[in-house]
């Protein structure tokens, strides 16, 4: 595809279940992002990667996060035992350069109930 | 710290009519700012990015290195603006974004 592409769209899990979320940036796109939306704010930086690299993590919330590129394409994004503040919209972003234009995926949209 | 504030969160104005969205940044260095637009039922894409000094859609955004801010301007407001929109600002890795704001543009 053209765009990037993140999978699920929509994810409901119990509190305490494990979600993994999908990322397929655009082909040959070294960097890719991580955010995180809540409802009614804007995109929150999570981690970032260099190619397999993941260069920046600061901004996870948590240990129950975790995030891996291993061959410097597709990326998942893992949260382990979610809570009901895990609730928000994970986007995806890749750029073919350090800085410049973001192409952000439609994002999954999780709901911890 | 809040690094990027966009101090309205609605904003609605008649087609036709000029419109200026806000934002201020905290930052030190030399910034690199950006406007992100999400129309309806679209991804989030960029707008226009203050290094390029460029027009999009009709819209300019000015920085103010005085005044920290990098508000966006429209002349005349047309309903296919109608939106959200949020600034960033990029700093090393990470790109701040604001919590934007949504326009309504009135037919």
């Known amino acids: 595809g053209a765009g990037v592409s993140q999978s699920p769209r929509y994810k409901v899990a119990k509190r305490g279940q494990d979600v993994a979320l999908r990322c397929d940036p655009i082909s040959g796109h070294v960097s890719l992002f991580w955010y995180q939306q809540a409802l009614g704010q804007g995109p929150e930086f999570l981690t970032y990667f260099q190619n397999e690299a993941q260069l920046d993590k600061s901004g996870l919330p948590s240990d129950r996060f975790f995030a891996e590129r291993p061959e410097g394409s597709v990326s998942t994004l893992k949260i382990q035992r979610t809570q009901q503040e895990d609730s928000a919209v994970y986007l995806c972003?890749?750029?073919?350069?350090?800085?410049?234009?973001?192409?952000f995926g439609e994002g999954s949209r999780l709901t911890v109930l | 710290a809040q690094r990027v504030t966009q101090p309205e969160k609605l904003l609605s104005v008649f087609k036709g009519a000029p419109v200026e969205l806000k934002c201020n940044y905290s930052y030190s260095g030399s910034p690199e700012l950006f406007w992100y637009v999400q129309y309806s039922r679209q991804r989030l894409q960029l707008l226009l990015r203050h290094i390029s000094r460029e027009s999009i859609k009709g819209f300019t955004a000015d920085l103010n290195k005085g005044e920290t801010s990098f508000h966006l301007k429209k002349p005349f407001a047309q309903e296919e603006d109608s939106a959200m929109y949020y600034c960033?600002?990029?700093?090393?890795?990470?790109?701040?974004f604001g919590t934007g704001t949504s326009l309504t543009v009135i037919p």
């Open positions: 960033a600002l990029f700093i090393g890795n990470q790109f701040y």
């Open positions: 972003a890749s750029t073919p350069l350090r800085t410049g234009e973001l192409f």
